[in-house]
């Protein structure tokens, strides 16, 4: 009698969250610039750059004909200036209905073009331009009239790379490096110009940005404020945080009598 492998990976959850809760009490937030969590998976993430706001909240998502609200950490970093590149760390938990979608070619988490290694995992890297007019941290730098006004026109290029399958498909790590939209980048695809060294220097900027380590061994009570509101546009960040979907129904073995 065969079982599904969804069953196998509840069972598998269950007993990694026990020994978690067992050696230590659980947080998440934010220590001295660092995004970390010592509920799995525990990790520690930092930027280069310096923290811009961090906070937590709880976006909503469209999954299915019903809204669900995964509970996420968001650290920002770098300068408030239009001119100054910018660092996006978050560690979003999906809720106990739904589950992460793998990066694949949909944005914002694809087309997938490379795997980074960070902390000994691999990332799915992608990238794209961003727009102000639909951007969630664009109200970080702009007034909401700028926004209206010339939001179609102010652009950034983006370097992801996102972690979907943390705890079995549970919780996702996303780290995102933007620029300002570079004069070399003209009208054609962004694929036109993945191999040229001006695109090959800014991945590497983008890598070299983060730092993450797949642990949390200091015993640091991180600091959870909620987001302000004025901060980030909600409307726009359930759809920057990627893809959830319906957990497949548990499959009960059957009966042999």
Sequence with gaps: MALSSHPFRMLVIAICCTLTMACAPLSRGFVQGELLSSAYPPVTISSTLPVMVEGKCSPFMLVDSSYQFPETWIAVYGERSLNAPMAIAVYSVATTATEWRDADKLPPDGPVISSVDFGGSAFAGSIRLVSADTDPFAPLLLSPEEIKEKGSEIKWLAQRFSLASANFWETKIILEYREPAPEWLGSLELSAYMTTPEMRAFMDRA???????????????????????????????????????????????????
């Excluded at 004025?230 to 073995?253: C, D, H, S, T, W």
């Design 207 to 257: 890598a070299k940005a983060f730092s993450v380590s797949f642990s949390c061994d200091e015993p640091r009570i991180p600091r959870a404020p909620y987001l302000p509101k004025e901060a980030i546009n909600q409307r726009y960040l359930g759809k920057f945080l990627g893809e959830l979907v319906m957990k497949p129904e548990m499959m009960l073995p059957l009966d042999d009598d």
